[in-house]
């Protein structure tokens, strides 16, 4: 462990008093605006993370700012024992976007891992008669930290230390033969997410969402998509999962539907809005007036300002500059609009990463050989030229020739 005179100040406080259940982290940020975060020190980053796919308008936007500021000073909290116009708005206008039609409610909590635990909830109450005790998840598979969405988590090594997890749940690779061979009338539910996002930005095999959703109708098991790093226009569509035409039975979101506030939730489709009843589930927090005003005004300024379509279009401009870099060590692109992965030909995506930070770019690596980007929603030409040459230099950096 580094010791503490090798530390400067902050890194220092935050290795005395911060829990060790993350690293230490790159730099201490200390403000931001549209695309851009500075730290402490002054120095200037393009934010091509974004707070992994949360901050879809990008830093200090005055639709963010006015939302909070107003509803802060109207009313706050109020606890799940009462309503608020922010809260019914949002529940209207997150089940037209995700086309859920008249049957579709939604359920809101304060995180994606507390949504995921509501739908993990849900799956057990699609289990009349004790028949339905299997729940699938992918392998490789994200779904969060607290317990029942690491028992959903299809990595391993994240579950290893703290089982015994909630029981029920197999992890099958996202493969139509594994889906065929393991979908049955013992399955209460399928687990999914419709790009891996922590996996490396992996998308699912062509046909899979749709045989996963005729398998699952045939079957009476939920299909379930995680929708909390590709929902809110990140992909190019509103939700993942309506690239393939598909109507799960649920859906969880979160990050960007907030904008940076937190908020999560449930929206569910058809005969699965009915499963729960009064008292099964609840949050104190959950749906409050704050964080349902501002998602309220995050989602209504993306849909005005035509956000999620400028995804789908500087989405590929993005990967059109990458390939145009002609780099040896990019092996190609993955992804949907502005969520893309970056197949590096090398294990050296920390290092990538550093180098980046450097020039003054935020990106992240999701794994030893792959850059995953998920910047604001609202970039433009001038942020994408920006990171082809920000980009530019950081490979030239680890570039063994130009070492």
């Known amino acids: 462990m580094t010791g503490l005179d090798d530390l400067n100040e902050w890194q220092g406080r935050f290795d005395r008093r911060v829990m060790r259940s993350i690293g ?5 940020l200390d403000h931001g605006h549209g695309a851009r975060v500075w730290d402490d020190a002054g120095h200037e980053y393009l934010d091509f993370l974004a707070g992994i796919a949360v901050n879809s308008l990008g830093h200090a936007h005055p639709v963010f700012v006015e939302a909070v500021s107003t509803q802060a000073a109207r009313l706050a909290h109020v606890s799940n024992y009462f309503t608020t116009e922010p809260a019914l708005e949002l529940a209207e206008r997150i089940t037209r976007l995700a086309g859920t039609g008249d049957q579709g409610r939604a359920w809101f909590g304060n ?8 739908a993990f909830k849900l799956t057990r109450l699609n ?6 005790g299997r729940v699938l998840a992918l392998v490789d598979g994200f779904h969060g930290r607290t317990m029942g969405s690491l028992a959903l988590t299809g990595k391993a090594h994240m579950r290893e230390a703290f089982e015994p997890l909630p029981g029920g749940v ?3 690779p996202a493969t139509l033969e594994a889906l065929e061979t393991s979908l049955d009338d013992g399955v209460a539910a399928l687990f999914v997410e419709p790009i891996q996002g922590e996996a490396g930005v992996v998308e699912l095999p062509d046909g899979f969402l749709v045989a996963a959703r005729e398998l699952t109708h045939r079957h009476g098991a939920l299909l379930i998509v995680d929708e909390i790093q590709t929902g809110a226009g990140r992909t190019g569509e509103w939700f993942a999962f309506q690239h393939a035409g598909i109507t799960p039975d649920a859906i969880t979101v979160a990050k960007g539907i907030g904008g940076g506030f937190p908020i999560g939730g449930l929206v569910t489709f058809g ?3 009915s499963l729960y009843s009064k008292g099964q589930h609840g949050s104190t927090f959950g749906g409050n007036p704050l964080a ?9 300024e993306i849909e005005r300002a035509g956000l999620v379509e400028n995804a789908a279009v500087r989405g590929r401009q993005l990967e059109e500059r990458i390939a145009s870099l002609a780099s040896p060590l990019i092996a190609g692109t993955r992804g949907r609009g502005l969520l893309i992965g970056i197949a590096l030909t090398e294990p050296i995506a920390t290092r990538l990463t550093a180098e980046a930070m450097r020039a003054g770019l935020i990106v992240n690596a999701a794994n030893d050989s792959t850059i995953r980007m998920a910047p604001p929603l609202i970039i433009g030409d001038a942020e994408i030229d920006e990171f082809a040459d920000k980009f530019a230099s950081a490979l030239d950096a680890v570039t063994p020739a130009r070492r």
Do not use: D, F, Q
């Open 271 to 273: 005969r699965a809005s």
């Open 170 to 172: 197999e992890h099958i």
């Open 111 to 118: 995180s994606g891992a507390e949504a995921n635990e509501a």
């Open 292 to 300: 349902t005003a501002v998602s309220n005004a995050v989602l209504g």
């Open 24 to 28: 230490m982290p790159l730099a201490k």
């Open 127 to 132: 289990n009349s008669g004790g028949a339905r």
